[in-house]
């Protein structure tokens, strides 16, 4: 079983929204969550992090469009992606470290965004 889990995820036309979230296993202590994406083709990319005390960063890409946020009681991150982009079009994953910065990846959610 994949010890994290990806939601949200789904076609949407360009200007939309979408909410991703991603839980992970009670059973793994959680340091820093991170949402990564990969269109087909290209590298697999950054998009947002945050640490366990909330400290927020972004790719260039998508500052002042998506906004990550984290629930530390829950073991769960979420990224709100608002104003989307054709070129946003990924497969987008979850990726947390636990405090012994062991690395865990969720299956992906697919993300389209239609001009």
């Known amino acids: 079983q994949v010890p994290l889990v990806e939601s949200g995820g789904g076609l949407v036309q360009a200007g939309g929204s979408l909410r991703l979230s991603c839980a992970a296993s009670?059973?793994?202590?959680?340091?820093?969550m991170d949402w990564y994406r990969q269109a087909p083709g290209k590298q697999r990319e950054l998009v947002a992090r945050?640490?366990?005390?909330?400290?927020?960063t972004y790719a260039d890409s998508v500052k002042g469009r998506f906004t990550i946020s984290r629930d530390n009681a829950k073991n769960t991150v979420c990224l709100q992606m608002n104003s989307l982009k054709p070129e946003d079009t990924a497969v987008y994953y979850c990726?947390?470290?636990?405090?012994?910065?062991?690395?865990?990846w969720g299956q992906g959610t697919q993300v389209t965004v239609s001009s």
């Open positions: 945050i640490t366990r005390g909330a400290t927020a």
């Open positions: 990726h947390a470290n636990d405090f012994a910065y062991t690395g865990y």
């Open positions: 009670g059973s793994i202590n959680i340091n820093d």
